[in-house]
């Protein structure tokens, strides 16, 4: 009874108001700190101090890894980093990562949700060495068919200004390489939602969704330029060695075609090494067979969508002309060149 009669008396003083009395001051509570003490110095255990700053190498390794950071904010700023220190860098100097171990971790920020981090990113990759973008073309094409059949109406307009860009610096390793040809071009189709239903050669539209509204026109233009610059380098005949005409070489004839090549992997095409390629995964290495497979496969569906869009007037209009053009001039020239 004692120890019951206890508790109960305990519980009351919680809701009892305690008397004060004059001239006494008010008791402190039973979790009271005293922080009355003034100290002459603070210790930090385990603290590493360096008086050199860190060197440019491990400043650019740094801003590296932060790009897979949760904030926006931080991977623009490291990409700002990364593109400011590519450019001040000496002429003929290296960067301070090679370009095979840079491009691969910025290829995820090809689908990066923020505006602003893809145009920072773009920013980067105009002032990398476009020499050695031709040797990691499959795997940069891998994250831009990814962007063009995106969700997000932006990613696939920024998806546009980077293969652009690669078209400009790798457009011969783009058209060739592994599913560079086939598999970019249905991904433009869908991207202008235009299908292509071979076994019964029916076609049909459907009206893309680009953005907000009044964007539409701008990214449709810029998908039909994308598309015409990716016509026009995949159609022309890349540049070949000129003959060695000189008599004196004799016995030495067509010295050219004994040369060391110009392309890294020479044998790629061969597939000795790989897993089994489908059609749309081949390498189309010659003019003549992309020609081949365009006319096979996507000249009607090409033809009648663009004719649409030419109907269209305007901008789309003329993006859709200067694209039926290069289609047009280029199938002339071939059948011109075999008669």
């Known amino acids: 009874m004692g120890s019951s009669v206890k508790k109960k008396k305990d519980k009351k003083k919680d809701f009892q108001k305690q008397k004060l009395k004059v001239g006494k001051a008010r008791p402190q509570p039973d979790n009271f700190t005293n922080t009355s003490f003034k100290s002459k110095a603070i210790v930090l255990n385990a603290q590493t101090l360096n008086i050199n ?12 890894g932060l790009l897979t950071s949760r904030s926006d904010a931080q991977r623009k700023e490291s990409l700002s980093y990364l593109t400011a220190a590519t ?3 000496p002429v003929g100097s290296p960067l301070p990562q090679p370009v095979s ?10 689908l990066d949700g923020s505006n602003g981090v893809r145009n920072q990113l773009l920013k980067l990759l105009r002032v990398l060495p476009s020499g050695e973008i031709g040797d990691l073309i499959e795997k940069i094409l891998l994250y831009v068919r990814a962007a063009m059949t995106h969700l997000a109406a932006d990613i696939r307009s920024s998806s546009m200004d980077i293969l652009g860009w690669l078209l400009e610096v790798a457009g011969e390793p783009l058209v060739s390489c592994a599913g560079g ?3 970019t071009m249905r991904c433009f189709l869908a991207m202008l939602g235009w299908s292509n239903e071979e076994a019964n050669e029916s076609w049909s539209t459907n009206k893309a969704s680009f953005g907000k509204a009044g964007s539409e026109g701008k990214t449709l233009v810029k998908i039909l330029n994308t598309l015409g610059l990716f016509l026009s380098v995949g159609l022309t005949e890349a540049e070949t060695m000129e003959p060695v005409e000189n008599t004196n070489l004799f016995p030495l004839t067509d010295v050219q ?5 110009r392309r890294s992997n020479t044998y790629a095409s061969l597939n000795l090494f790989g897993s089994h390629r489908d059609e749309d995964s081949q390498m189309y290495e010659q003019c ?3 020609r081949k497979i365009l006319s096979s496969k996507f000249l009607k569906v090409l033809e009648r969508g663009l004719e649409s869009a030419r109907q269209e007037g305007g901008e789309i209009g003329r ?6 053009k290069v289609i047009t001039q280029s199938l ?4 011109g060149g075999e008669a």
């Open 257 to 261: 075609y004994h040369m060391l090549p």
């Open 332 to 335: 002339t020239d071939h059948e």
């Open 319 to 324: 993006a859709a002309a200067a694209t039926t």
């Open 288 to 290: 003549s067979e992309r």
């Open 181 to 183: 040809w086939v598999k």
């Open 53 to 64: 700053a860190p060197s440019s190498s491990d400043q650019f390794s740094h801003h590296l």
């Open 101 to 110: 171990i840079l491009v691969p971790k910025i290829l995820p920020l090809f």
């Open 87 to 89: 450019i001040s860098r």
